[in-house]
């Protein structure tokens, strides 16, 4: 087992946003998890990430942990490579290795082009690609990913998808929030977050 | 490993801080604009006072634009000071917390942005402090760069408090504002203070011991250690806050 959720409850005030959540994911399943605005599925990933504290259950993982925020967070006067450097080092890969993955994520999602670009001159499609790449970077045996192809191309989106399948091979845990219901076939399970519940 | 990560970190926020070049020719132009409007509205006149750190019976003599540009160069180090590490500190919190995530430790974070902030105020202290003698010749110059180096400790300390607690820019640039109008800025003036209804208050301002140590080194043979160790434990007490409140809003579960 990758991750195992277990009773996880999370207020603001008196609004119950997540109300005993229970999952698990097994290596090398592709899991998704819709809800309207506002359901909670950002908080969910940001709890597993660790990112979220002071709320009720508790998560198990196991294994190494790729996140890829809904929002980009970049640096904005850093580079494209710069970013590739410094997040290499935060997860411990060397430097021979961390230029290799570099350098087949930016091929594989085609922004070489872009890689002594400062961010600040970039468009919202390639901000995304670098914040979803920085979560592949280290190839973790865990990816959460919060909506993660806004701003893609139709290129890039299948792209996007092409890369999943092949991670999924490796053993790889998914999780992904989505609002698109049209991605139900390509997951192996689909959850709904209504009301704090997972349906 | 962690000097490793200390190492990029630091480069990399250095790089961040080079390429904002506004921010850059703003801390160049802003004490040059002070020390300007000081050159063309201050008279030649002498004007003795007192310093609350000397005894009683001490008079400093010197004319009013020569304290006014040693005033303006303490004011100008610790307003700069203080907006850098703000920025510093506040500005990619949410990508740090990010890092941390990812593997940094909260503590290489804090301590790449400790060593850059405390190379911008040795640069600032430096580069005020040569300008300050070009305009008015100070009688101690390396004390006085000293001097100004712990007004952008205890302020640049104060900022990175400021940046830790408060989450909005514009709220923490009012904040900072604030407080070095008062303090650095206005009740410090050795003019003002000599006057004051309530010397008291002054005291516990965190540019008083600065602003006696920078006035003392600059014009004075008098020493200024008291006053330069009570700023540090000022500035130490700041520092340590800040680093518990952004350990605390970056540790991960």
Known sequence: MILELEHIAKSFGKNKVLRDISFQLEAGTLTGIVGENGSGKSVLMEIIVGVRRAYQGTVKINGSIGYCPQKAMLFPHLTVGEHFNYFSVAYGIDSRQSKKRAEELLLHFNFKKYREEKI????????QKLNLSIALLHEPSLLILDEPYNGFDWDTYQRFWEYTGHLKKRGCAILIVTHLLSEKERLDRMYELENGILL | MTGNKIIISLSMILRMLVRQKIVIILLLIIPAFFFTIVEFTTSNRLLPFQLASLDDDVFINISEKGISFIFFAVASTGFLVSFLALNLIQKNNEINRRLVICGYHPIELLTSILLSLLLAILLIALYVGLLTHIFYPIDHPGRFILGLALIGFVYGSYGLVVGSLIKGELEGILIIVLLVNIDVGWLQNPLFYAEAQNQLIIKFLPAYFPSQTAIITAVTNYSATAAAM???????????????????KMRTK
């Open chain 1, 120 to 127: 600040i001159n970039l468009s919202g499609g390639t901000q």
């Open chain 2, 230 to 248: 009570s700023g540090i434990v000022y500035g130490l007490v700041f520092l340590i806050s800040s680093m518990l409140f952004f350990f605390f």
